[in-house]
């Protein structure tokens, strides 16, 4: 799976950013999405996902009540809606599919894109 993530930029604390992410290539039927995040010396971690079929959601308990995930299947596209957003979202956000089940191992991953929240 090709992906493209977009939509990174600066935003003020209080505010709100959409990501989004344009999948390509094979069946997405049997897969899940999602949003991953990596902030200055820490490492990489998953913060929502979403199955492609289902539309099945997960958050982090760090982005729970905050962000959302959504998917739209027809465009192949995938989408994290930040809300009420802090300093401690700043980070490099990327989207990543991986085979439903299967613990996200081997995931394929758009390239980042760069959040920054001023105070």
């Known amino acids: 799976v090709q992906l493209q993530a977009s939509g990174g930029g600066p935003v003020q604390t209080g505010g709100s950013l959409r990501l989004s992410c344009a999948a390509s290539?094979?069946?997405?039927?049997?897969?899940?999405m999602g949003w991953f995040r990596q902030a200055p010396r820490k490492e990489r971690e998953l913060i929502a996902s979403?199955?492609?079929?289902?539309?099945?959601?997960w958050y982090a308990d760090s982005v729970k009540g905050r962000f959302t995930i959504f998917r739209d299947n027809r465009a192949n596209m995938m989408y994290l809606q930040l809300n009420r957003m802090t300093p401690e979202d700043t980070a490099v956000y990327y989207c990543?599919?991986?085979?439903?089940?299967?613990?996200?191992?081997?995931?394929?991953w758009g390239q980042g894109t760069l959040v920054t929240v001023s105070s």
């Open positions: 290539g094979r069946s997405f039927s049997n897969l899940v």
């Open positions: 990543a599919a991986a085979r439903r089940g299967n613990n996200w191992k081997d995931p394929d």
């Open positions: 979403i199955t492609w079929s289902a539309g099945t959601t």
